[in-house]
């Protein structure tokens, strides 16, 4: 994991790479903003028709606590669905570099079927935290257990969703073993907590599942 962690550094030193993270950023950024303004005003709106704009300022407030809250529980959401875009251009690079041999009998998958992917991430995401909302509520009582859930779903999730990027064009070859499954999942969730470090994590996290599945099947 730590070297896997290692070579996924080195790999942003790559244009192709490089250029990817770019992109995924500022995707990631305009998406966030744009749905963040889009909520602001579907708040305000939902204010107006509930007639409770005598408060302005707390309304104000609420909305914004509202849109920070959302940002952060979306991020991963958009985050990933941004990554999904670019995957293949950043494994691409990654086995071009590293793993020339695998590169050569690798299948990139077509834009439809990334799309499709990409779909059932954000489904699966988005579903599974729905259904898990009750234990997050149920655990705030404890200070970090909601955390803690949180983490532990999403980090499953996020780990499926970096294996299926291999599997799509390795089939069997590209899973990883359950551990190194679920310690990068950990790692990504937990980096893309953290405000800044945030942004660049799924392309690392995407790099790093490179060089595991590689490594493990290179053993």
């Keep these: 994991m730590i070297q896997a962690l290692m070579l996924s550094f080195q790999s942003l030193s790559d244009r192709r790479v490089a250029l990817v993270m770019v992109q995924v950023v500022v ?29 302005g300022f707390w309304s104000g407030l609420l909305s914004a606590a509202i849109v920070a809250l959302s ?21 691409d690079a990654v086995e071009g570099r590293h793993y020339p041999s ?16 990409a779909m059932k991430s954000v489904a699966r995401v988005v579903g599974y935290n729905l259904l898990a909302l009750p234990v997050y509520l149920l655990l705030l009582f404890t200070g970090a257990g909601t955390a803690i859930a949180f983490l532990l779903i999403n980090a499953l999730l996020l780990g499926k969703d970096l294996e299926d990027m291999l ?13 190194s499954r679920v310690m990068l999942g950990l ?18 996290a995407t790099a790093m599942a490179v060089h595991l599945v590689h490594s493990e099947h290179s053993a």
């Design 27 to 55: 995707l990631t950024l305009v998406a966030l903003i744009v749905s963040g303004i889009g909520l602001w005003f579907a708040l305000q709106a939902l204010f107006a028709w509930l007639n409770v704009n005598d408060t």
């Design 71 to 91: 940002g952060i529980l979306l991020f991963r959401v958009v985050a990933i669905a941004m990554t999904w875009v670019f995957a293949d251009d950043i494994i």
């Design 102 to 117: 695998h590169a050569a009998f690798g299948k990139r998958p077509s834009l439809g079927a990334g799309l499709q992917m």
């Design 167 to 179: 599997v799509a064009r390795h089939g069997a070859k590209g899973v990883m073993n359950k551990l």
């Design 187 to 204: 790692f990504g969730t937990a980096g893309m907590m953290v405000p800044l470090v945030n942004l660049f994590v799924p392309v690392l």
